[in-house]
């Protein structure tokens, strides 16, 4: 992330539970120095260290850390995380906040993990989907490559996707393709969601304007039969599965003749993980 953006996310969020006054149980405790382990309580993939980090140094610049294991890697039950030491008072007052964000996106990248597992040895590539938290995409989206996934778009500017409702406000496929290519930068992508053979059919008269073919929520038989229509036509194109993908489904598609598939589940389904934060010692 750049720089910036993260420290401008981390104020904001602290501004939150800090509010005006700051944290009163802890203010009296200004000046000290305390050291703290970071433990794992459950079996996870770690990631969000820097994130953590910055929290804490947002309230002591002076703060250090040092950690057994980097982001990507696999944190076992009870295993001491991180030794830090740091005011006792910034310790203490960014502690949730820097928790909740370090369970939060170990949580999505350990589920990111699980189904990049599925298409180890696959030629095809996970992608994650613009169904983030509000004010957390860029940490979010952070946390499915650290799980093994790529990034899909990362909003509505850096890439066009003519979905469903574009497709019935234009009036069809070929006059929202050709519409959207007269206005954007001659570098962007545009991809195509289509749902039906006729669909597919319209998006193959344009085909030399589109990118990416997205099949969402195809039947499975259907797939390698519209991917040979689109490659047919233009090799080029790259075509994407959405829609409905379990670790199951994962595991009977991955052999099929798509580039990318995408699921949101990598993000809206991932469940936070069991971090917690201990004082050992006063600092002599």
Same mark, same amino acid.
């Given at each position: ?71 990507? %890697?696999? *944190? !076992? &039950?009870?295993?001491?995380?991180? +030794?830090?030491?740091?005011? @006792? ?5 960014? $502690? ?74 234009? %009036?069809? *496929? !070929? &006059?929202?393709?050709?519409?959207? +290519?007269?206005?954007?930068? @001659? ?5 195509? $969601? ?91």
């Amino acid at each position: 992330m750049n720089p910036l953006n993260l420290k401008e996310l981390i104020v904001n969020f602290l501004s939150e539970d800090l509010g005006i006054t700051g944290d009163w149980s802890s203010l009296p405790l200004k000046g000290k120095r305390l050291i703290g382990k970071v433990i794992g309580k459950e079996e996870f993939i770690l990631c969000g260290a820097q994130v953590f980090e910055e929290v804490i140094k947002t309230l002591d610049g002076t703060a250090t850390f040092k950690w057994s294991l980097k982001d990507g %890697g696999h *944190v !076992k &039950e009870g295993q001491t995380l991180c +030794r830090l030491e740091a005011d @006792a008072y910034a310790l203490l007052a960014a $502690e949730r906040t820097a928790l909740n964000l370090l369970q939060r996106l170990s949580g999505v990248a350990t589920n990111t993990r699980e189904y990049a597992e599925v298409l180890k040895g696959s030629s095809v590539k996970l992608l994650d989907t613009r169904k983030t938290t509000p004010g957390l995409r860029a940490l979010e989206k952070y946390a499915t490559r650290v799980g093994g996934a790529l990034n899909h778009r990362f909003g509505l500017f850096d890439a066009v996707m003519i979905k469903d409702n574009h497709i019935r406000g234009y %009036g069809g *496929v !070929k &006059e929202a393709v050709k519409k959207v +290519r007269e206005l954007i930068p @001659a570098t962007m992508k545009v991809e195509v $969601e289509v749902e039906s053979w006729q669909e597919l059919k319209e998006a193959i008269e344009v085909l030399e304007l589109i990118d990416i073919v997205m099949l969402d929520n195809w039947p499975e038989e259907d797939v390698e039969e519209a991917v040979r229509e689109i490659k047919g036509r233009r090799r080029e194109v790259k075509v994407e599965l959405s829609g409905g993908i379990t670790k199951e489904k994962l595991k009977r598609i991955r052999e099929l003749p798509i580039d990318y598939v995408s699921t949101s589940k990598l993000i809206t389904a991932a469940k936070w993980v069991d971090i917690s934060l201990e004082v050992e010692v006063e600092h002599p």
